[in-house]
């Protein structure tokens, strides 16, 4: 089945407060480039959806790289954007805001769509969780925070995206979206590298990084 990855990047960035965030640089590339760059030879497209008002931007910078749209006002239309444009079998959505994203972790996610039809990244919860108005001590062992990529078969993504604009419907991840037709979304093991850069402190914590980064990823095969 033909692949294609959906990066939706229209986002202002507010909370980083740094301009539009998919244009952050680490280590001289930006939080876009990089994410584009981790499906190279993984997926046989990639889209990227982003504020029309930098589109030409985005056409300059990722020429033959990736193939623009326009974005929406919110993520959620963002991606609805890009899976009208593409058409690909599979389609991974993917935040361009987690930049370091491994080959491992996208063949896990293709291999569970293909299985399944619905995939989400998620990792085991690592803090101690409790209620922050009874102080009651929440059990971590059964939950998992998810990340992305979120991978589907394009059909069933596009069919939840459309229910949901007739109905009003909003969700902060794509696969809220399908859990909604009822269709169960396949869990499979994410990475701690795929945090999402959101705060300053996430943006110093991935600028320390992206050497290391991006020094394993020329080092030895």
Same mark, same amino acid.
């Given at each position: 089945? $033909? &692949?294609a990855a959906l990066i939706p990047a229209a986002g202002s960035g507010v909370r980083l407060g740094q301009g539009p965030k998919a244009w952050v640089t680490l280590a001289g *590339? /930006? =939080? =876009? $480039?990089r994410a584009v760059a981790a499906f190279e030879g993984c997926v046989d *497209? &990639?889209?990227v959806g982003v504020a029309p008002a930098l589109s030409a931007r985005a056409e300059e910078e990722l020429s033959g790289r990736a193939r623009v749209v326009c974005g929406g006002a919110t993520r959620q239309e963002s991606v609805y954007n890009l899976l009208r444009a593409a058409q690909a079998e599979v389609v991974l959505v993917h935040d361009a805001a987690r930049p370091f994203l491994e080959a491992a972790v996208i063949e896990r996610v293709v291999a569970a769509v293909r299985a399944h039809g619905a995939a989400s990244v998620v990792t085991a919860v690592a803090d101690s969780l409790i209620? @922050? @108005?009874s102080g009651r001590v929440v059990d971590r062992a !059964? =939950?998992?925070a998810v990340q992305t990529p979120q991978g589907f078969r394009r059909e069933l993504l596009l069919a939840a995206h459309e229910r949901a604009r007739e109905r009003a419907l909003e969700a902060t991840d794509d696969a809220a979206l399908v859990r909604a037709l009822g269709h169960p979304v396949a869990? &499979? *093991? #994410?990475s701690s590298w795929l945090f999402k850069v959101t705060t300053p402190a996430d943006l110093e914590l991935a600028r320390a990084l992206a050497p290391l980064w991006d020094a394993r990823l /020329? #080092? !030895?095969k």
């Open positions: 089945m $033909s &692949v *590339e /930006s =939080l =876009l $480039s *497209e &990639v889209w209620e @922050a @108005a !059964p =939950l998992r869990l &499979v *093991e #994410g /020329s #080092g !030895p």
